[in-house]
């Protein structure tokens, strides 16, 4: 039954935000009931953090003095979050206001006093030896909540340098940032898009955002290739340029790993999360074994598409037409039912989300792009979207809801301390969210047609969030590696090695061209975040697994209560141990192996419903 006041925006028009009835927008009084009330705990942070200060020095003197400056920061720490988002949501909602946009930047500031405010209590902790530290956890109960906090704090410190070791890498860490501001300086300020006409006659200007339209939407052959090369022909110009930015990233990761004494870049890298180097060694190793089903999915999109050759510019062209239009007000009963398998609880807290204004649902002037789920400690997380009514927006919003149900069931069940999470588990709640929606979809589909673009959309999120990451993950480790030993990084061997992955991954249902052995150029997470993208992998990874043991009646309730109490544990002890006790492995490859073996099952299911169109 459709409410009295159901809004749907007319397609292509943009409402003013005060068009939009109110039970799409977001309820924000959770967080502070008006200014007046932010403005008074704005007041109470800036006075708590001038009080901290004053506990400089007192660390040493036992267990009361340390627990009380731990309560003090936890205290900050949750008023940061209300006064933070307060400002900061209002700001998305409509990014042309400067008001919002001034009391925003006030809190900018105010955090950066913080951290000055701050800085002296990790030295000061760490100057106390660990033995004391345990001996004071042991002792006093209160305290000893801490005792994650306080031992990962003495494991980051193993590589901490002495004085003069820490002011020297100081000085160095200003050239950091070098390489990936010139590549951002090269690929968006200085960059030319090319302007061409395609055989079909189209004019077109070719911006990141036009050119993936155009290989979407566009059915001519010819004109995606004429696009794609003209696109990556910038690259190839400037290859050398690029290979030289590159160089400069591996070079400063080996100085950091070799100053702080790792023994590689991927120990430096890992060490933060205690995830063991074997981790990323087993993801590719098992991936490049299962690549099976990923070369079916492409023979199946070359015998569709009706295509002689079969290149990089034919992978994001849809197998099937059809512009299903999915209104929110019915997609939403959709998402709490797609969680039935999580149990009646969880299921409650997805309701609520829907019913108690956690949602900016549609697109209106001024507003944010993109989706978010934010995580307001002390109120409830909160969902920026912008709904448009297609499928990658229905499965954005079963996806950050799961964001927000990970956030919800940690903040009820963890201490201040350990409420957030880290990345590596992050993504893990949001595809499985997905991955329970896909099924309920597949369930209810009206037509194959129907079926055949979700099994298309599913596939080709395992193709591009898995194997595409893993695949972006070895060439990392192999480029580190050239430096780590010492071997000269030029354009022909950063060149050679994409070439030489394409290959392997894509096997010969990949028809060669030889501008894409540049498109590693291409990547802006090689240039800004070494080693970042085989956490979305190993996420992806994780899901698969835990979805086996979902689907499978005889392991369902065993399997949800560990994957709740995975949610529930925020981030309270090291990655790889909270996944450990909810079934996953990552060093194991049968971790890994779930994943080929789910899309070779989807790849199946597609070929069937495509045979039958
Ligand atoms: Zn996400």
Redesign the pocket.
Same mark, same amino acid.
């Given at each position: 039954m459709a409410p009295v006041d159901t809004f749907r925006p007319e397609p292509g028009t943009l409402p003013a935000r005060e068009a939009i009835p109110s039970r799409y927008t977001w309820d924000l009084t959770p967080i502070c009931r008006d200014w007046d009330e932010w403005k008074r705990q704005y007041d109470q942070l800036d006075a708590a953090i001038e009080a901290f200060k004053s506990r400089q020095g007192t660390l040493s003197r036992g267990a009361a003095d340390l627990l009380a400056a731990f309560r003090a920061m936890d205290a900050m720490g949750a008023l940061s979050y209300r006064v933070w988002y307060f400002a900061a949501l209002q700001y998305d909602q409509d990014q042309r206001n400067n008001e919002f946009n001034a009391r925003r930047q006030q809190v900018q500031i105010l955090f950066a006093r913080e951290q000055q405010a701050g800085a002296w209590f990790n030295p000061e902790l760490l100057a106390i030896p660990l033995d004391t530290v345990r001996a004071w956890l042991d002792a006093n109960e209160e305290l000893a909540v801490y005792r994650f906090a306080i031992e990962s704090l003495f494991h980051e410190q193993e590589h901490v340098l002495d004085e003069p070791g820490e002011r020297l890498m100081s000085f160095a860490g200003r050239f950091n940032s070098v390489p990936h501001d010139s590549y951002a300086a090269l690929t968006t300020a200085d960059m030319k898009f090319p302007s061409i006409t395609l055989p079909g006659g189209e004019q077109v200007t070719l911006s990141y955002g036009q050119y993936r339209a155009l290989l979407e939407r566009n059915r001519r052959q010819d004109d995606r290739a004429a696009a794609y090369r003209a696109f990556h022909k910038s690259y190839a110009d400037n290859q050398n340029t690029y290979a030289a930015l590159y160089n400069g990233v591996l070079q400063r990761d080996w100085f950091h790993a070799r100053a702080r004494g790792y023994a590689t870049t991927l120990d430096a890298a890992l060490h933060g999360n205690n995830i063991p180097t074997s981790v990323v060694e087993n993801l590719i190793a098992a991936t490049r074994e299962g690549v099976g089903p990923l070369q079916r999915y492409h023979r199946l999109r070359r015998r569709t598409l009706g295509v002689e050759t079969y290149r990089l510019f034919d992978f994001s062209l849809p197998l099937v037409e059809h512009d299903a239009r999915y209104p929110y007000d019915e997609v939403g009963g959709w998402i709490v039912d797609s969680v039935a398998p999580l149990g009646a609880d969880y299921q409650r807290q997805v309701r609520r989300a829907f019913q108690e204004g956690w949602i900016d649902v549609y697109e209106n002037a001024g507003k944010r792009s993109g989706a978010y789920s934010a995580p307001v400690y002390g109120a409830h997380p909160y969902m920026l979207l912008n709904y448009n009514e297609t499928l990658d927006a229905v499965f954005t919003l079963a996806? +950050?809801m799961g964001?927000s149900m990970h956030t919800t069931l940690s903040h009820q069940s963890q201490p201040f301390v350990y409420a957030g999470y880290t990345i590596f588990v992050? +993504?893990v709640p949001?595809t499985l969210n997905e991955a329970l929606f896909l099924d309920l979809m597949l369930e209810r589909a009206r037509s194959r047609e129907e079926r055949a673009v979700l099994l298309q959309h599913a596939i080709d999120s395992i193709a591009g969030t898995f194997y595409t990451q893993v695949l972006f993950a070895d060439f990392e480790l192999q480029a580190h590696r050239l430096v780590e030993q010492d071997e000269p990084v030029t354009a022909e061997t950063l060149n050679g090695m994409y070439a030489r992955l394409l290959r392997e991954y894509y096997g010969d249902v990949l028809d060669e061209e030889d501008i894409s052995r540049v498109t590693w150029a291409r990547i802006p997470h090689f240039f800004n975040s070494p080693y970042y993208v085989y956490q979305y992998a190993t996420c992806f990874a994780s899901t698969a697994r835990l979805m086996q043991d979902l689907r499978a009646p005889a392991t369902r309730d065993q399997a949800v209560s560990r994957y709740l109490s995975l949610l529930r544990a925020g981030g309270s002890d090291y990655p790889m141990n909270l996944l450990a006790r909810a079934g996953v492995d990552l060093s194991q490859p049968g971790t890994v192996r779930a994943v080929a073996a789910e899309l070779d099952i989807l790849v199946a299911r597609l070929e069937t419903e495509l045979a039958a169109l």
């Open positions: 996806h +950050e964001h992050a +993504e949001s």
